[in-house]
């Protein structure tokens, strides 16, 4: 029920709808990232939750202890992640959506991809945003190259 006692849909007052650009930041970087740049560029006063991923290089795969680790990506990374983020924010009602990854170089520990979704509701906000790192890392044409303590070397995603 409405304030004025009226009954509605559960969209009726605009922060329950869509942001008109929900789509904040999109990128693909060669410097370390910033959960904290992430969270920031999703702030909106109607969300009522929001998600956050951190993706971060782990010291292992496959039970083999991962010595290093590189990302590269194709010119179209960029543009595919924009891609999905428009399919997802016509998918649930995101109010804000970010998402950057990483390429080069990087060590154990580091954060090699942070997305975050804020929505009116926290449900939306965890759907939204796994749909959103699930489809990054399936469509988005980024691949890892893996060297492990053993001697052998992997690409993932190529």
């Given at each position: 029920m409405r304030h004025d006692g009226v009954m509605g849909n559960r969209y009726d007052h605009p922060g329950e709808q869509t942001a008109q650009d929900p789509i904040r930041l999109l990128a693909v970087r060669d410097a370390p990232l910033s959960?904290?740049?992430i969270l920031a560029a999703v702030g909106d006063d109607?969300?009522?939750?929001?998600?956050?991923?951190?993706?971060?290089?782990r010291d292992h795969d496959?039970?083999?202890?991962?010595?290093s680790l590189g990302y590269s990506c194709h010119p179209t990374a960029e543009a595919e992640m924009r891609r999905i983020a428009e399919?997802?924010?016509a998918k649930f009602p995101v109010r804000a959506l970010a998402a950057v990854h990483r390429v080069?170089?990087?060590r154990v520990g580091d954060l090699a991809v942070v997305a975050?979704?804020?929505c009116a509701h926290r449900g939306e906000a965890f759907d939204a945003c796994r749909q959103l790192i699930?489809?990054?890392k399936r469509?988005?044409?980024?691949?890892k190259h893996q060297t492990f303590a053993d001697g052998t070397e992997e690409w993932v995603g190529a």
């Open positions: 959960v904290d740049e109607a969300a009522g939750g929001t998600a956050l991923f951190v993706g971060t290089v496959g039970g083999v202890d991962v010595a399919g997802v924010a080069g170089d990087l975050a979704v804020a699930d489809d990054l469509e988005v044409p980024i691949w």
